[in-house]
């Protein structure tokens, strides 16, 4: 690494953040390499912080929808390193397509047996698949913990609404409606608003979610986006714009920018090339430069 560490920033006030520019020099043999990093802070209190909590964690956790597994993956040696095979689920149950897991790394919150008339939100063991607790509240395809890892929300499809729970103590707070199936949400980068997608209405709605635990989130705006499979939503890191994608046949399928100041769409289409095929976005990231918007296509499986 070219840029000497550790890199001090200062003072940052709550809900804030402080960018870090760090330059490797890779040599012209290198193919791909990957790098652990760790912060740490201290509290006006004299209180110490470190982040990740878990430094040595490099796994990822895969949701596999039917039957309902989850693959574990080590990012560092890119291998499977165990695959948890819910046995008290039936081979036609379905799970849900998003998992959480908490900031400690011990935990996999996921939604199981997704239908119109039951399912469940479930803690899972991290270190080996065991159900810990569930709650009888519906289940959904959406699953968003909040950037602080506070609250967790999940998507019903019993009731058309969201469970909201308290992740640290593992309680359930209770639901809010919205009316139609949820596929994914994103937090603002100050975790005061969620947004969340209302599929087959073609809207993008926020909720007002600093009242919680006491307070369930209230609305705060709606902004039609059209289009009747709105599968794909993205929330900028600077806090200006969300991007909402649609891959329904009715209406224009691609991606939509919104402005969140106004909110109001600003851009449609975005990303689609004069004579290309329109893209139907499923799932989004954005470069760590916050130049690019990464577009994970379901039509063309690109």
């Known amino acids: 690494m070219s840029t000497a560490t550790p890199v001090g920033v200062g003072g940052i006030a709550a809900s804030a953040s402080a960018n870090v520019n760090l330059i490797y020099t890779v040599p012209p043999s290198v193919g791909s390499f990957y790098t652990n990093i760790t912060a740490s802070a201290n509290d006006s209190g004299g209180n110490s912080y470190n982040y990740p909590v ?10 596999n929808v039917k039957p309902a597994t989850i693959s574990v993956v080590d990012v560092g040696s890119q291998s499977l390193v165990n695959n948890f095979f819910l046995s008290y689920l039936a081979p036609t149950d379905q799970q849900g397509h998003f998992i959480s897991v908490s900031p400690d790394g011990k935990y996999i919150w996921v939604s199981e047996q997704m239908s119109t008339t039951g399912g469940y939100v479930a803690v899972l063991d991290a270190s080996n698949g065991q159900e810990l607790k569930h709650w009888d509240v519906g289940a959904g395809v959406g699953n968003h913990m909040s950037r602080d890892g506070r609250w967790l929300f999940v998507a019903s499809n019993k009731f058309y609404g969201i469970n909201v729970f308290d992740v640290q103590n593992q309680t359930y707070l209770g639901s809010f409606a919205l009316g139609a199936g949820n596929h994914v949400m994103d937090s603002s980068p100050d975790d005061t608003l969620l947004w969340v997608t209302d599929m087959a209405l073609g809207n993008l709605r926020s909720f007002d979610i ?18 009747t499979m709105t599968h794909a939503l993205l929330a900028h890191p600077n806090g200006k714009y969300v991007f909402v994608g649609s891959s329904g046949t009715q209406g224009d399928p691609g991606t939509v920018v919104v402005d969140v100041q106004t909110n109001s769409v600003v851009l449609t289409q975005a990303g689609h090339m004069p004579g290309g095929p329109s893209l139907h976005p499923h799932n989004y990231e954005i470069s760590p430069d916050q130049k690019y918007l990464v577009i994970g296509d379901i039509n063309t499986y690109t």
């Open 54 to 63: 878990n430094p040595g964690a490099t796994l990822v956790y895969s949701s």
């Open 210 to 227: 600093t009242g919680l635990p006491g307070t369930m989130p209230t609305p705060a705006a709606t902004i039609h986006v059209g289009g």
